[in-house]
């Protein structure tokens, strides 16, 4: 081998080195690391030249203008107090459409287990925001409850909502709520039944533009007068995948109960506008 070849083909693996550090790419963004000024985006976060996020998660309770999404959930939960359907699948649709801080939903649900399945209880929201500041919101609303779950004596029932959530600083949120159903159920098992009261609280962060969690205490009482109030724990994911597209995964588990009652939900958001 010349001196003459041995000194071009040294020139060439120099310029295939270079050439591949100039291409690494650490985060996988599509921007090499020498030009990327954001380093270590989320996978399949949307970015600009630079490899900076493009993206901001905007929280369902923080739309305001004219905008409709649609979401579609699936998930599974266990209940060890119901023999025969402990455990119970189910898919759910909603859709929400908001017009200056008025936001309308509607949720309906499918449940399956291995006997049987069926349609929920479908749920019509009216909720109304009010910014008191630019950190603290306050919400109020109505909804009706309506007996599209088949049984005998299901009819609907009216509730009434209330939230609040404030943001101490831009990435740390805190927030409650309540709620109160009116019980118009007529069942002829022996059993009593009573209007219903569920209140919430919890803390949510944002660790990134498109990344935020939250994790929160329930209590919720049951229609059902002999049963006791339902505690939880509850935490949820939000990550927006893409300017339409944005991704869930909520865990809840009943606390302070002998039996299993948990439940897991992963759900997708498409932004039509």
Request: with cysteine; proline share 1%; hydrophobic share 35%.
């Amino acid at each position: 081998m010349t001196m003459t070849f041995r000194l071009a083909l040294l020139s060439v693996l120099c310029l295939l080195s270079l050439e591949a550090k100039s291409l690494e790419d650490d985060d996988m963004d599509g921007v090499p690391n020498h030009l990327d000024k954001c380093a270590n985006t989320a996978f399949l976060t949307e970015v600009n030249a630079q490899g900076c996020a493009t993206l901001s998660l905007v929280l369902p309770e923080e739309k305001a203008s004219d905008s409709l999404d649609i979401s579609m959930g699936f998930g599974f939960s266990n209940n060890e107090d119901l023999l025969d359907r402990d455990t119970q699948y189910t898919s759910k649709f909603q859709a929400n459409y908001y017009l200056n801080n008025w936001r309308y939903s509607l949720a309906i649900e499918y449940f399956g287990t291995d006997d049987v399945q069926g349609l929920q209880d479908s749920i019509l929201k009216v909720k109304r925001k009010f910014v008191l500041s630019k950190k603290l919101k306050f919400t109020l609303g109505m909804g009706l409850k309506l007996p599209t779950y088949d049984f005998l004596g299901n009819h609907t029932d009216y509730a009434l909502y209330s939230s609040l959530i404030y943001y101490p600083i831009s990435s740390l949120s805190l927030f409650g709520g309540a709620s109160y159903t009116f019980i118009n159920d007529d069942i002829d098992t022996g059993e009593e039944l009573q209007n219903t009261h569920t209140f919430y609280l919890g803390t949510g962060y944002f660790f990134s533009k498109e990344f935020y969690a939250n994790i929160a205490y329930s209590n919720a009482q049951s229609k059902f007068r002999s049963n006791h109030h339902a505690q939880a724990i509850n935490g949820t994911l939000f990550y927006q995948i893409n300017k339409k597209w944005v991704s869930t995964l909520s865990y809840s588990h009943e606390i302070e109960d002998d039996d299993l009652h948990n439940a897991l939900n992963l759900t997708f958001i498409y932004s039509v506008w």
